[in-house]
């Protein structure tokens, strides 16, 4: 079990500019998840993925976030044309087949727009 | 939507010291319960989960309990130790797939 991975740890970019995020969950874990977290605030909610299909997403996620999941394995986020107030900790987390089990999740990707 | 409250928002103790952490929501039809904990910058690690049938969960020091008509659960934390150091999380999960998290409590262990 190597847990969920994310990459970069750490994204420093200038306003304007588009970044792509890279989530790989636990290889046997069918069900994904993308979080944002700023500081000292809980988790939002972004997105979800069963296998391959987003069943999700949530309605404060504007049309600049796309995510998607190829082949039910790795995940990515993009964010087109990023703004100061996309500067964030990028959560990804996984999960089994059945609900009732733990989240996983990454360590997160860090984003700052200068 | 859920919402979901913790308090205190910060929390200071003395070593040894037992506490308790709490959690409220406001949608009680939920499918379950998790506490998680963060350290400073890094993600979360889930601690406990209670199913919404479930009363408690226990995991060495630490033991949850839910009172899902309330919408209210607590952390009870026994002999606390530094490294309990953290931010502690709860968050529920509707019977959809969405978890609604908490803002948090920032616990702080005194040596």
């Known amino acids: 079990d190597t847990g969920v991975s994310q990459d970069p740890r750490h994204k420093i970019t200038k306003r304007g500019q588009n970044v792509t995020f890279r989530c790989d969950p636990i290889?046997?874990?069918?069900?994904l998840y993308w979080y944002r977290q700023t500081l000292g605030q809980g988790p939002e909610f972004l997105t979800y993925?069963?296998?391959?299909?987003?069943?999700?997403k949530s309605r404060l996620l504007s049309d600049r976030f796309s995510a998607e999941r190829p082949k039910g394995s790795f995940s990515t986020l993009e964010i087109q044309r990023t703004e100061q107030g996309d500067s964030a900790m990028y959560l990804c987390?996984?999960?089994?087949?059945?609900?009732?089990?733990?989240?996983?999740f990454g360590s997160g990707t860090q984003l700052s727009v200068l | 939507k859920q919402e979901v409250t913790q308090i205190p928002a910060a929390l200071s103790v003395p070593e040894g010291e037992n506490l308790v952490l709490n959690c409220s929501f406001t949608?009680?039809?939920?499918?379950?319960l998790q506490w998680f904990r963060q350290d400073p910058g890094k993600g979360l690690t889930s601690l406990l989960l209670?199913?919404?049938?479930?009363r408690e969960q226990t995991s060495g020091r630490l033991n949850a309990s839910l009172d899902k008509s309330s919408g209210r659960s607590t952390l009870y934390i026994a002999a606390s130790q530094p490294g309990d150091s953290a931010t502690y999380l709860c968050?529920?999960?509707?019977?959809?797939?969405?978890?609604?998290f908490g803002t948090g409590t920032s616990l702080t262990v005194i040596p």
């Open positions: 993925f069963q296998n391959e299909a987003q069943l999700e």
């Open positions: 949608d009680s039809a939920i499918y379950n």
């Open positions: 968050a529920v999960q509707n019977t959809g797939n969405q978890f609604y």
């Open positions: 290889s046997e874990h069918n069900r």
């Open positions: 209670i199913q919404s049938s479930q």
């Open positions: 987390a996984s999960s089994p087949r059945y609900s009732a089990e733990k989240l996983f």
